[in-house]
């Protein structure tokens, strides 16, 4: 009998030490990095939490959500009210939304353009294809080539709906799959332009922006994105159905937390406060 006691107790030892709490994260590909490194930093600290990070972009992490197929939607823009209504319709919730940091939309030329700024309303022309020729705005006489994210993408409906006042994109734009692949495309394009995180902006130029003809010409740093000054500004955020608790809410505060905070800044993007 007592050989019996013995087993059973091994068994529920052996049990607890494996198990686990799963988080599922999916969405924004701007957010990508930061959700990786979140949860890398997070499941040292936590070895008996997985979050399980996936990219995609924000139209395809909301539809998780309302899916039911992950936990958390990483968003690089707000949710539609469409997207809210049809979130309550299967969970009876409009979902709670969670801000978990800022980001200054950057405007990407080959480091070889010698352009220095540009302002908003010249951004939506080239974009909207009335401006399609670099010495239209002070650089070299040589035809624009412009790149953007694909529709699912939260980056292309922000920039559509803040910086192209919901006109269409121009024809001539090439889609690509995610911000590292525009990056890298614009890398080798002496002519091409493109738009992305902050973050990203690595074997390319930046351009500094404009808010119109009589603004300073700013670029996306810590002190001109935090204090609102930037033109393009946004912020980063995460999408759950319901009120987090659990392994979940704790997750989410540590992102909040100074600790998470800090992680924002080392990645690129920028701190809440």
């Not at 493109?194 to 002190?223: C, F, M, Q, T």
């Amino acid at each position: 009998m007592k050989k019996i006691v013995a087993t059973v107790l091994l068994f529920t030892f052996s049990s607890s030490m494996f198990a686990a709490d799963v988080i599922t994260v999916k969405g924004s590909d701007t957010m990508v990095i930061l959700a990786q490194r979140w949860a890398e930093m997070y499941m040292k600290m936590n070895p008996n939490v997985t979050i399980q990070v996936t990219g995609g972009g924000s139209g395809t992490g909301i539809s998780a959500l309302i899916n039911g197929t992950t936990d958390i939607c990483n968003a690089s823009r707000p949710m539609k009210p469409t997207e809210k209504q049809k979130l309550k319709h299967r969970f009876s919730s409009l979902g709670v939304e969670i801000k978990t940091a800022k980001d200054g939309i950057a405007i990407y030329v080959n480091e070889k353009n010698p352009l220095k700024e540009l302002t908003v309303q010249q951004i939506k022309d080239i974009y909207t294809g009335k401006i399609t020729n670099w010495k239209e705005v002070g650089g070299i006489d040589s035809r624009i080539i412009l790149y953007s994210r694909e529709n699912n993408s939260g980056t292309y409906v922000y920039f559509k709906e803040n910086v192209l006042d919901d006109e269409d994109y121009s024809p001539s734009c090439q889609n690509m799959p995610g911000t590292a692949a525009l990056v890298n495309a614009i890398s080798k394009d002496p002519n091409g332009v493109g738009y992305g995180g902050a973050a990203y902006a690595k074997g390319i130029r930046e351009v500094a922006i404009k808010a119109d003809a009589n603004s300073p010409a700013l670029l996306p740093i810590a002190e001109n994105v935090k204090s609102g000054q930037y033109p393009i500004t946004r912020f980063l955020f995460m999408y759950v159905k319901s009120k987090p608790s659990g392994a979940m809410k704790e997750y989410i505060d540590w992102i909040l937390s100074e600790e998470g905070q800090n992680i924002v800044t080392k990645v690129g993007y920028f701190p809440l406060r």
